[in-house]
């Protein structure tokens, strides 16, 4: 671990800044995100649909990537320099990030297990955990999420918060271990006095690949109760998770989140997300809360209609999902690693493109 890494775990110590002066306070106002008591793109519309109060995000999981396994490291190599570099990855990041603020995004969601550094995966022979197998967090890893929540707050965005990811959930030994791991993560944020962070209890909660059964659909609603419980000072963190490409929550979710997290991933049809959010509004015990994809792997910028498009027609956010497809370069993909971070490719561009239109923001 780099110096100014060790630097940053040793002077901000859990518990040390609660008092600390904080730029960035979200909290939700019936379906509305408001950032410091006023909502989001403010008075913005888009050809009569309604922007206010929507939270537009990017999954920017690989923000964190920290591959432990020494087998499989060297398939993250930068082609510059022919290895993989954690400190530099997080440099470039964080150098980029007020660029996409300045295009209007709001949020970016990361991951304490991240998601597949291929984008998709069948096996996951990486070991990217921030959470060791008791439920312990690990400092190195929790200074660079610590970093991406600063740089964050300074400029005014929201980070999605997930703990768990499918595939390394598996690392944690048992159902204490995951308890344990919750617990913990929420006293780090409650004790750093962060007021910028969403929660998102698990990625795809409905993945068959989970091995843990409280972290699967019947039983996840547990988790978001008791990461609600958990207080400092009487403010607690909102929280909700997300559900696979396709899927409307079910209704033990929608009773016990503060926000309903939708995925777009395998929906090519736009009308599609159209109907999963009136869908989603359905599902008994919903009642005035925000409705936000943040994962949608379908682009189509360009065109009149599409999925980002469509989740605005009814009034829901939308995130973008960019992962490097077969035979692309360096320059594609926020969830291939390695990553270039920047507005490179002409699928970023298209997306930043659109999301300026959107929300009225000049760069």
């Not at 022919?82 to 990361?110: C, K, S, V, Y």
């Not at 998709?120 to 439920?135: C, M, R, T, V």
């Not at 048992?174 to 750093?192: H, K, M, P, S």
């Not at 989740?311 to 370069?329: K, N, P, Q, T």
Request: net charge negative; proline share 5%.
């Amino acid at each position: 671990m780099k110096f100014w890494l060790v630097a940053l775990a040793i002077l901000v110590p859990a518990g040390a800044d609660a008092q600390m002066d904080r730029k960035t306070s979200v909290t939700i106002v019936g379906d509305a995100f408001h950032l410091n008591g006023r909502p989001t793109y403010e008075g913005r519309a888009w050809k009569g649909k309604k922007v206010e109060g929507l939270l537009l995000n990017s999954r920017m999981v690989q923000a964190t990537f920290n591959d432990r396994n020494p087998e499989t490291q060297k398939n993250w190599a930068y082609p510059d320099t022919g290895r993989w570099d954690p400190d530099r990855n997080l440099r470039e990041f964080l150098a980029a990030m007020p660029e996409w603020r300045q295009q209007g995004l709001l949020g970016i969601t990361l991951n304490l297990q991240g998601g597949s550094p291929q984008g998709y995966s069948k096996l996951q022979p990486w070991h990217n955990s921030a959470i060791d197998e008791n439920g312990d967090l690990r400092p190195d890893d929790m200074a660079r999420v610590r970093a991406v929540i600063d740089k964050a707050d300074d400029l005014g965005m929201v980070v999605i918060l997930g703990i768990f990811y499918f595939g390394q959930d598996e690392r944690l030994k048992d159902e204490q271990a995951v308890i344990r791991a919750v617990d913990r993560t929420v006293d780090w944020l409650l004790d750093a006095g962060v007021t910028n962070v969403l929660v998102e209890v698990n990625n795809e909660c409905n993945v068959k690949k989970y091995d843990h059964a409280i972290l699967k659909p019947d039983r996840v609603h547990e988790l978001i109760d008791r990461v609600m419980k958990r207080e400092r000072n009487g403010r607690r963190l909102l929280v909700g998770t997300s559900y696979g490409g396709g899927t409307v929550p079910g209704e033990n979710v929608v009773r016990s989140s503060d926000f309903l997290l939708l995925h777009g991933n395998g929906v090519s049809n736009p009308a599609r997300i159209s109907e999963m959010v009136r869908e989603t509004r359905a599902v008994p015990g919903y009642r005035p809360m925000p409705i936000l994809f943040n994962e949608d792997d379908h682009f189509d910028f360009e065109r009149p209609t599409n999925n980002f498009v469509a989740a605005l027609s009814e009034y829901a956010g939308w995130g973008y999902f960019d992962f490097r497809m077969d035979g692309e370069g360096f320059d594609e993909g926020y969830q291939s690693v390695p990553v270039n971070w920047g507005i490179s490719s002409p699928r970023k561009k298209g997306f930043f493109k659109l999301l300026n239109e959107v929300t009225g923001s000049t760069p």
